[in-house]
């Protein structure tokens, strides 16, 4: 998912007299506890306690409640369909986290990265600082980075972690200050190429009492693939799985026995519904994707794993290499939804205990609308809102029903072909690069067009919020030379090699360029490439083309290497601008822009 560093040109019991307990290493151990050891029995302190961790991820920035698919949560019903439950916005999770912890002395709050990024305008405007002051008010106490944390660069990341205001744009609010985060971000597996140093803390110890907790951050290794190379310039990122294990055993040494890897990558669960029961038929039967090895490989000192990136919602028992029940769960994304999860400490091993019949117990619950608003941060969404809107609420176009982008299962999006004839018509004079065709990756669309009015602009009209969430990273466009074979080498990485291979990224190609996609093939096969043409004409592997991208994809970002290769660079205008300004033209409040069909990739299935 593209990003740019030049944005703003923007958290049981036991009942028996007798338990086994699962040491740190994942042995069951069997234990006597004494009469009136038991949570909640005898006089003096329980043996156990119950620690309620609530945990999210990938929120976005997405402040106000979101728009078109990525506002609403898909729920399975007994009969086995499905339902679309609105959800989602700041003043909602707020309300849910509160009401939750509520009759919970012991209760944390953690999650798995992207918290900024990627955002709205009402956030993206100001480098995301009002997520940072809401992420405070709503009581997070530590999360991972992510990969879109790096969207502005370290130096940025760090400010948000510690304060102080923006190098070029000051701080948002006249005479204001900007005091940093006060939960912990962290990036145990980001290290600075030079000093060998972690970018941020590797782990944060959550005490309450005698109750110790310890976490553990890591975003994907593959953060590099899909972040401007200027994003992550002069850090390293080192192997999940690694960097869990070797800081699980640096809390072991400091007495810490119970740990939670917060890891910003994820899963695949067989169905799209919040409460899909990923462990159907087995364990963890009903997962696939990165974090199924990751969770298999990790020590078995780690008690839970919160993970994200993909942005699913589940909550599995993926058991450990000692065979122990171990979760693994993901909330969805956008603050949609949330996982409860219930972790008994043992106070005399100082680990969660993990038995068979003791596992923690995670619940994904939707972050519904159908509740009150937290009123600080409405007044939060207010304040910032008074700011943005003489940005936010000019028209920018008009569209005669929704146009799905993000929120399309389809290999070509509605939104995508629009973004992309955008990015064609601005770059195709020969004064502005002379493009012939323009491409654009999946990733770098963030939302849908919603028809529905998100406030007093009315229906249909498209504000410069709403086209900002779209394009929120302003990446710059090139215009490069390809050759056909270059090109064509372009469309078969979509679906091969060690980033695309598993989880194909279908480029969005703007009208002209047409090919058929074989799904019934394997790898770069998938992409007939007799059928490649341009304008009717086969694309000739010898011939050189003016292709048009973003600085993103320019860099061989998304697994796409070959697109390093281009020659003959003209910097254009950016993503963003070319999106409003061909919205601005091809639509009106009497001829407003309609659906595309997206016909320009011939699928077989």
């Known amino acids: 998912m593209s990003a740019t560093p030049q944005r703003h040109r923007r958290a049981r019991r036991l009942t028996s007299a007798a338990l086994a307990l699962t040491a740190g290493a994942g042995a069951m151990v069997a234990a006597a506890l004494p009469a009136g050891a038991a949570s909640g029995g005898g006089a003096g302190p329980s043996r156990t306690v119950d620690v309620q961790m609530l945990s999210f991820n990938d929120f976005h920035g997405t402040l106000e409640p979101p728009q078109g698919s990525s506002g609403s949560v898909s729920e399975r019903q007994a009969d086995g369909t499905t339902k679309?439950?609105?959800?989602?916005?700041?003043?909602?999770?707020?309300?849910?986290?509160?009401?939750?912890?509520?009759?919970?002395?012991?209760?944390?709050?953690?999650?798995?990265?992207?918290?900024?990024?990627?955002?709205?305008?009402?956030s993206g405007l100001f480098h995301d600082e009002p997520t940072v002051e809401a992420m405070n008010k709503l009581g997070l106490n530590v999360t991972s980075v992510g990969n879109h944390e790096f969207d502005e660069g370290k130096t940025e990341l760090r400010r948000m972690q510690y304060g102080g205001c923006h190098p070029v744009d000051g701080c948002a609010e006249m005479g204001g200050s900007y005091n940093g985060a006060e939960?912990?971000?962290?990036?145990?597996?980001?290290?600075?190429?030079?000093?060998?140093?972690?970018?941020?803390?590797?782990?944060?110890?959550?005490?309450?009492?005698?109750?110790?907790?310890?976490?553990?951050?890591?975003?994907?290794?593959?953060?590099?693939?899909?972040?401007?190379a200027e994003g992550v310039k002069g850090l390293k990122f080192g192997d999940e799985v690694e960097t869990i294990n070797k800081y699980a055993d640096e809390l072991n040494k400091q007495g810490v026995k119970s740990i939670v890897a917060l890891i910003h990558e994820g899963g695949l669960p067989a169905s799209g519904a919040y409460n899909y029961d990923c462990n159907t038929p087995g364990a963890g039967a009903g997962i696939s994707g990165a974090i199924v090895d990751i969770a298999k490989n990790v020590d078995p000192k780690v008690d839970a794993l919160v993970t994200g990136h993909t942005h699913q919602a589940y909550a599995c028992n993926i058991p450990d290499p000692?065979?122990?029940?171990?979760?693994?769960?993901?909330?969805?994304?956008?603050?949609?939804?949330?996982?409860?999860?219930?972790?008994?400490?043992?106070?005399?091993?100082?680990?969660?205990?993990?038995?068979?019949?003791?596992?923690p117990k995670p619940v994904n619950k939707i972050v519904s609308r159908d509740q009150p608003k937290a009123a600080d941060m409405t007044e939060l969404i207010q304040r910032w809102n008074a700011l943005a809107a003489p940005i936010a609420n000019r028209p920018q176009g008009f569209i005669a029903a929704d146009i799905p982008g993000r929120g399309s299962d389809k290999f070509e999006k509605p939104l995508g072909d629009v973004i992309a004839d955008a990015q064609l018509e601005a770059l195709a004079p020969a004064d502005k690069g002379g493009a012939q065709l323009a491409i654009m990756n999946p990733g770098g669309i963030r939302a849908d067009l919603a028809y529905k009015a998100a406030g007093a602009e009315g229906d249909g009209v498209v504000t410069y919020a709403e086209s900002y969430t779209v394009q929120p990273f302003t990446n710059m466009m090139n215009v490069v030379d390809l050759t056909g074979a270059q090109l064509v080498t372009a469309l078969q990485q979509q679906v091969s090699g060690p980033v695309n291979g598993p989880n194909p990224k279908i480029l969005q190609i703007s009208k002209g360029l047409t090919y058929t996609l074989d799904t019934t093939k394997a790898g770069a096969d998938r992409i007939v490439v007799d059928s490649v043409k341009l304008n009717g004409v086969a694309i000739d592997p010898a011939k050189t083309y003016r292709v048009a991208m973003n600085e993103f994809l320019a860099g061989g970002g998304d697994g796409f290497t070959v697109l390093k290769?281009?020659?003959?660079?003209?910097?254009?205008?950016?993503?963003?601008?070319?999106?409003?300004?061909?919205?601005?033209?091809?639509?009106?409040q009497d001829a407003p822009l309609a659906p595309p069909v997206a016909d320009r990739i011939t699928v077989v299935q």
């Not at 171990?326 to 996982?339: E, I, L, P, Q």
Request: charged content about 20%; hydrophobic content about 40%.
């Open 565 to 588: 290769e281009h020659k003959n660079k003209l910097v254009g205008a950016s993503d963003l601008d070319c999106f409003n300004a061909y919205l601005a033209k091809h639509s009106s």
């Open 84 to 122: 679309a439950i609105p959800a989602g916005g700041v003043e909602y999770l707020a309300s849910s986290l509160r009401e939750a912890r509520k009759g919970h002395e012991y209760s944390v709050t953690a999650a798995a990265g992207d918290m900024i990024g990627a955002s709205p305008l009402l």
């Open 322 to 359: 000692a065979g122990n029940p171990r979760m693994v769960t993901s909330a969805a994304s956008y603050g949609r939804v949330f996982t409860d999860t219930t972790l008994t400490y043992d106070r005399q091993t100082k680990d969660i205990v993990r038995t068979a019949l003791s596992a």
């Open 183 to 228: 939960f912990q971000y962290l990036a145990a597996n980001v290290t600075d190429e030079k000093t060998k140093r972690p970018l941020m803390s590797p782990t944060f110890i959550w005490k309450k009492g005698d109750v110790k907790i310890g976490f553990i951050g890591v975003t994907l290794e593959g953060t590099p693939d899909v972040v401007t």
